[in-house]
């Protein structure tokens, strides 16, 4: 199967040249020379992975990064001539899975982007997610805490499952509304902080003081990455 990349570049003889290396070794590769027109892109196409241009003519790539994130989970692989290392800090920290630094080899760039694909496909083979004594099972759509199931209606087992692979970021009610496919709520309907309260009575040692899911004021919900 042939891996479909989406590079958002403005520079003409980059793109090209990148497009031809990686052509020749079997990706298909598809250009867009503005965030703008990248995004689009990704809402029509389902790409493997994106190449990521932070320095765009019409947005900053670390803006398009938080953007995408809110909403996807395709790979992102940033490309960077900015020399600060704070940028590809802030770049991981919002959730691109890897950068590679201008200028780069192109034999490299395909190196990283096959490690990023064998490590989707093994995450992909997982079925089961684990938080110290917290283990979801995707497959029996069961989850466990210290080895007992935990009682969660189908829609909050989803709630979970959007939080647990989103960990360390903040969902927005409206984020976690949309990640789950549930049409029927308002963005305004509190119902979704009922079904935070109940997911926290099946996976908290102590629902009133949680550890696994916390509020952060204003904002939403985020699942914690280390687990006590």
């Known amino acids: 199967m042939t891996l479909s990349i989406l590079y958002i570049e403005d520079d003409p003889r980059l793109g090209e040249m990148v497009q031809t290396y990686l052509g020749n070794s079997g990706l298909e590769v598809t250009i867009a020379k503005t965030g703008a027109s990248g995004l689009a892109l990704i ?5 493997d992975l994106l190449l990521l241009d932070l320095t765009l003519p019409d947005m900053d790539g670390l803006d398009l990064c938080r953007s995408l994130r809110d909403t996807s989970q395709l790979p992102i692989l940033m490309l960077t001539a900015r020399g600060e290392p704070m940028d590809r800090i802030i770049g991981l920290e919002l959730g691109a899975d890897d950068y590679l630094p201008k200028p780069f080899e192109p034999r490299e760039l395909l190196a990283r982007i096959r490690a990023l694909m064998r490590r989707r496909d093994s995450a992909a083979r997982s079925s089961l997610l684990h938080f110290g004594q917290l283990e979801i099972d995707l ?6 805490l210290d080895g007992k199931p935990c009682v969660l209606t189908s829609h909050q087992f989803n709630i979970l499952v959007t939080l647990a692979h989103k960990a360390g970021r903040v969902l927005s009610r409206e984020t976690l509304m949309d990640l789950v496919k549930n049409d029927k709520l308002d963005p305004f309907d509190r119902s979704i902080d009922v079904h935070i309260s109940r997911i926290r009575s099946a996976i908290e040692v102590d629902p009133k003081h949680p550890k696994r899911l916390i509020t952060v004021r204003g904002s939403g919900y985020v699942f914690a990455k280390s687990q006590e």
């Open 139 to 144: 497959d029996a759509r069961q989850a466990r």
């Open 43 to 47: 809402k029509k196409h389902d790409f």
